[in-house]
Structure formats: C-alpha cells, structure tokens
C-alpha cells in the first residue's frame, strides 16, 4: 500500500481544516487550529493508498512548526479564500518555504476555497490559472462545505506523488537513465 504525507497550507481562515476534515471524515467543520493531523485509506486508480494530511496554522507566529511538517511532506495543498485577495497574495510566502525545504520541483497543487460563497468572490478562477501557471502545478477550486472537488484535490495529489516515485533513480519505469543520473554525481572524500 502507498502512503502519502500532503501538508495543507495558506492563511489562516481559508478552509484548511474544513478541507482535511471534509476529505478525511465526510464532514464539516468550523474549527480553527493550530496544527493537527488526519489519516485516510482511500482507493486512487485501483490501489489503495494511506493519506496522512497535516493541517498547518496559517500564522505567521507558527512559522517553525510550519516547516517542520514542510520538512517532512511530500505533497502540498496552497490554499486561498476565494473570498479574500489577501489570502492569494500571500501564497507565494507558502510556495517558498516549500522551496526552501524541498529540493527539486515539489508536488504542489493549488486550491482556491470556499467557490460556495461565489457572490463574495475577491479572486477569480482565471487569476487562480494563472497562479497555477506560475507555479507549475494544477489549480482546482474547492468547497469544503459543499464537498465539491475536495476528493478530487487529495486524489489528484496522490496520482501526481505516485508519478513522480515512478520517474525516481532506481524505479522500474526509470532504470534506463539511471546511469545518466549516476555518471553526473561528485563524490568527495
């Protein structure tokens, strides 16, 4: 069986909790947190995969604890509110301190949160595409309330983690530039 670690991050107040709460429990919830963890064992094209979600706070004043769990995630979900321009501004804070802990391009995927309130919308879709773009990684709008594209979001990460083990030095579907790889280190003694 897979396991995964997706780390949730964004500012504080849009929907990361709801988020990990919704995909992990079915449910919603309003609870703001300072940091937690949630497990689930879901089905993601015929093999079974362990989902571990680490729900960060979005403060600033937990910024250590922040990049601890960054340190230790494999995958990350950069979300905003949909309904605060703020939230999206701030998302290139997030997508650094994944760069700094991550070596190489890291799985990312960004959410745009709370698309049930449309009628208060600050951000829209196209400048999350853009954003996307920009970042190199999917955009998907989210509705923890609703449950709308939340399975989509964790299942979608999920296939992207499993995609980049397959291309990994010493994989099956790899091993033919393995020695590309090898031939380019330095070792020092």
């Known amino acids: 069986m897979d396991q995964c670690t997706v780390v949730v991050l964004g500012d504080g107040g849009v929907g990361k909790t709801a988020l990990a709460v919704q995909f992990t429990l079915n449910c919603f919830t309003y609870d703001p947190t300072i940091e937690d963890a949630y497990r689930k064992q879901v089905v993601v094209d ?4 362990f989902v571990e979600v680490i729900d ?27 309904t605060s321009r703020t939230t999206f501004d701030r998302l290139e804070v ?18 745009g ?19 996307a773009r920009q970042f190199g990684c999917d955009f998907m709008e989210t509705s923890a309330k609703t449950a709308q594209n ?4 964790f299942t979608s990460l999920v296939r992207a983690l499993r995609q980049t083990r397959n291309l990994e030095p010493g994989t099956a579907t790899n091993l033919g530039q393995r020695g590309e790889r090898e031939k380019k280190k330095c070792i020092i003694l």
């Open 46 to 49: 015929d093999r079974m995969c």
């Open 56 to 82: 960060t706070a979005g403060q600033e004043e937990y910024a250590t604890l922040r990049d601890q769990w960054v340190r230790e995630g494999q995958g990350f979900i950069l979300v905003y509110s949909i």
């Open 94 to 111: 997030f997508r650094q301190s994944v760069r700094r802990a991550k070596r190489g391009d890291p799985v990312l995927i960004l959410v």
């Open 113 to 131: 949160n709370k698309c049930d309130k449309a009628y208060q919308r600050e951000v829209s879709k196209e400048e999350g595409a853009a954003m």
């Open 150 to 153: 939340v399975e989509r979001v």
